[in-house]
């Protein structure tokens, strides 16, 4: 039994030119995605959106720059754990969190889930492990937001079995079976954070999902392969791989239209 909901835990505001070149400079709608998974290894979340603790975590410099980047736009009744609530599921149910990458909005409900352990790639975690100041704020990352015992409650998926992908997700080559089922796969996004994480899912239907998290905001960008401004750069851990990973993504879409590609800030309704 395997099921995935999509959900999200707030939005930010950005000029749609900054990603898609050639469009307005108007500020358009990301929507901060996150999964609820069901699984027998019991309720896994992926990601989990914003929090109201953005808020406190950016009331001064430098982090201040980041809610001036991206202002965000939450209402207390949109958290992950407030809607998990509304669903019948407590907190303490939560068994694991799979962290795409450590950006603000992706990890901001961290700590509202006592019980969870965390999967992520180590990579990923030893980039932003103990940074600090600008630094933090140029990977996009509040500390604030990390529980005290992460270390204690973490899994890192490199060591996972490494497995090779079925071809019908050429051209990406290798994976990491999650669970052991072969239902989720941890598939590696490098470029816009250091080990950002993919994952490959399959649902009790046969549906297939690759939740791509931040490779490309907007679903556009991977079907008709536009890269974001040059500016944008800036944002990212390695500009060279961004643009590898989502001309990857551009082919594994034209290969396998079927699959379903979801980005993290692509609307999902
Ligand atoms: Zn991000």
Redesign the pocket.
Known sequence: MVEITFLKAGYCTHPEAMVLPGESWKSIIFPALFALIRHPMGWILFDTGYSERFYQETQYLPNKLYALLTPVYLKPQETAISQLKQLGIEPEEIQYIII??F?A??IGGLKDFPKAEFICFQSGYKAIKNTQGLRALKA?FLAGLMPDNFEERVIFAENYKAIKLPENLTPFEQGFDLFGDGCLIAIELPG??VG?MGLYLTDNNGKQYFLI??ACWLSRAYQELIYPQRIADL?FADKTAYRETLKKINQLYRNNPHLNIVP?HSSID
């Open positions: 795409s990458h950006h909005d992706h996009g816009h954070a950002q998290a931040d944002l993290s």
